[in-house]
């Protein structure tokens, strides 16, 4: 069992050589446990911590906390929500994809949006830098469907599945994203409201 953090190496083969990458883990893929200590956790902490900076230096140390805390819990919860889907939207198309494969895509598509979401350091009060950003990170975070198109391929699913499965896929994870960052706003807000 592996436990040691991504390595800047990993994420580099993951990025460049999508394929072999993806062939090489899904062989054998790791436990969802070990998945989240070597590859959720710290990549999602990113994210947190971009949060975290941007409210200490907008706000206050008590909002960077839990507006922190509350995008860790998001990062998190999109990644669980993905993994489940994923075998249960691939069933609609009567395609299986085992749980161990679907947690190892679903961290492996999901690291072109952690690293992205460096950019959240950026402060709101530019609308068009904060704009540019946004964007960026949507854009950045779109190559985690060729990532899932890799697997796909690499988990032998049928090539007439793949896109209409990779479609449902990005408008399940879309929607799912919206609704949980919704709920973690919520409840930031309403906890910086009770706290101040």
Same mark, same amino acid.
């Given at each position: 069992?592996?436990?040691?953090?991504?390595?800047?190496?990993? +994420?580099?083969?993951?990025?460049?050589?999508?394929?072999?990458?993806? #062939?090489?883990?899904?062989?054998? !893929?790791?436990?969802?446990?070990?998945?989240?200590?070597?590859?959720?956790?710290?990549? &999602? &902490?990113?994210?947190?911590?971009?949060?975290?900076?941007?409210?200490?230096?907008?706000?206050?140390?008590?909002?960077? *906390?839990?507006?922190?805390?509350?995008?860790?819990?998001?990062?998190?919860?999109?990644?669980?929500?993905?993994?489940? %889907?994923?075998?249960?939207?691939?069933?609609?198309? =009567?395609? #299986?994809?085992?749980?161990? =494969?679907?947690?190892?895509?679903? #961290?492996?598509?999901?690291?072109?949006?952690?690293?992205?979401?460096?950019?959240?350091?950026? !402060?709101?009060?530019?609308?068009?830098?904060?704009?540019?950003?946004?964007?960026?990170? *949507?854009?950045?975070?779109?190559?985690?469907?060729?990532?899932?198109?890799?697997?796909?391929?690499?988990?032998?699913?049928?090539?007439?599945?793949?896109?209409?499965?990779?479609?449902?896929?990005? +408008?399940?994870?879309?929607?799912?994203?919206?609704?949980?960052?919704?709920?973690?706003?919520?409840?930031?807000? %309403?906890?910086?409201?009770?706290? #101040?």
């Amino acid at each position: 069992m592996k436990w040691v953090f991504v390595t800047p190496g990993e +994420i580099w083969a993951l990025l460049r050589q999508t394929q072999a990458f993806l #062939t090489d883990r899904l062989d054998d !893929p790791d436990a969802p446990r070990t998945l989240i200590v070597t590859f959720v956790a710290p990549l &999602a &902490a990113i994210n947190c911590i971009a949060v975290f900076v941007r409210s200490l230096i907008v706000e206050s140390l008590l909002a960077g *906390f839990i507006l922190g805390i509350g995008t860790f819990a998001l990062q998190l919860g999109v990644w669980l929500s993905l993994a489940i %889907i994923l075998p249960a939207i691939a069933r609609q198309f =009567h395609t #299986t994809i085992e749980d161990d =494969h679907s947690f190892a895509l679903a #961290t492996y598509a999901s690291v072109p949006m952690w690293l992205a979401t460096i950019l959240f350091v950026i !402060p709101d009060d530019y609308w068009l830098v904060s704009l540019w950003a946004r964007l960026a990170i *949507f854009g950045v975070s779109t190559f985690g469907l060729f990532i899932l198109q890799r697997g796909f391929v690499v988990l032998d699913v049928r090539p007439d599945v793949r896109t209409p499965l990779l479609v449902s896929i990005a +408008i399940a994870y879309a929607a799912g994203y919206a609704l949980l960052s919704m709920l973690v706003g919520l409840t930031a807000h %309403i906890l910086l409201y009770i706290l #101040t």
